[in-house]
């Protein structure tokens, strides 16, 4: 038997009827990385087209953004984990320099600040889903951040210990503030941001970025996990 190494990085893309954009998608992913599409209940045959381009398919029947993070997260067995969209609203090729400072041991976690690069790539309507947590996650945090977009990178076991339990829109939010509070170093780096291919099934409506937004606001509810600690946020270009 021929034994092969694990790859150095796992991108967890979770999906949702994302057909039209998955070729672009993960022809983008960096060679020797691995894809790992978590199909979360599509009818549009992406899991087919995912597994047919060489992507790891891993089914998640529970609904909701988080379930499909975290199923993702633990099929992973790199050591570093990077989480992406799957609808080319962000691209892969970025990744290697949001997973640089996890890789090299100068950040714990390194979070994508999107950068739209047409006034449609992020509609006006979904911002105050991003606004109004980015705003109170600094009054619970003391971390400076600007956005709390899809894109994050850290160590798989270290993300395991945080212990994640939300399973709908709040999930990156609570990787950052459960991070916070365990007092990992906390980058964020500017990404360009691009339109969507598709449909979103999120901030695409009004209710569905009103609905982030209450999943957002009961995660920042919570209490502190363990004892306040003084996190460091800084920017990565």
């Known amino acids: 038997m021929i ?3 694990p790859p150095p990085v796992d991108v967890v893309l979770p999906c949702l009827d994302e057909v039209e954009a998955l070729p672009w998608v993960l022809e983008r992913v960096p060679p020797t990385w ?38 993702g997260l633990v099929a992973a067995t790199a050591d570093v984990v990077c989480f992406c969209d799957c609808d080319a ?25 999107r950068r739209p690069t047409t006034p449609r790539a992020w509609p006006t309507h979904a911002r105050p889903a991003n606004l109004e947590p980015a705003r109170l996650i600094r009054r619970r945090t003391g971390l400076r ?21 939300d399973r709908r829109s709040g999930y990156p939010l609570q990787t950052v503030v459960r991070a916070a509070d365990a007092g990992w170093r906390v980058y964020e ?7 969507r ?5 999120v901030t695409g409506t009004w209710r569905g970025t009103w609905q982030a937004v209450r999943d957002m606001r009961a995660v920042l509810a919570d209490q502190p996990v363990t004892g306040p600690v003084a996190a460091v946020a800084g920017v990565v270009r």
């Not at 899991?47 to 499909?68: Q, W």
């Open 34 to 71: 691995r894809a790992i599409v978590v199909d979360n209940g599509s009818a549009d045959g992406s899991a087919d087209t995912a597994r047919a381009l060489g992507a790891h398919v891993v089914h998640e029947p529970r609904r909701g953004f988080g379930a499909a993070c975290h199923a």
């Open 189 to 195: 780096t500017d990404m360009p941001y691009h339109p």
């Open 145 to 165: 951040l600007h956005d709390l977009g899809p894109l994050r990178a850290a160590r798989r076991e270290a993300l395991l210990a945080l212990d994640l339990s």
């Open 3 to 5: 034994e092969t190494s």
């Open 89 to 113: 609203s962000l691209d892969p090729g970025q990744l290697p320099r949001g997973a640089g400072p996890v890789l090299d041991g100068s950040a714990d976690l390194v979070l994508g600040r």
């Open 197 to 201: 291919t598709g449909r979103s099934k």
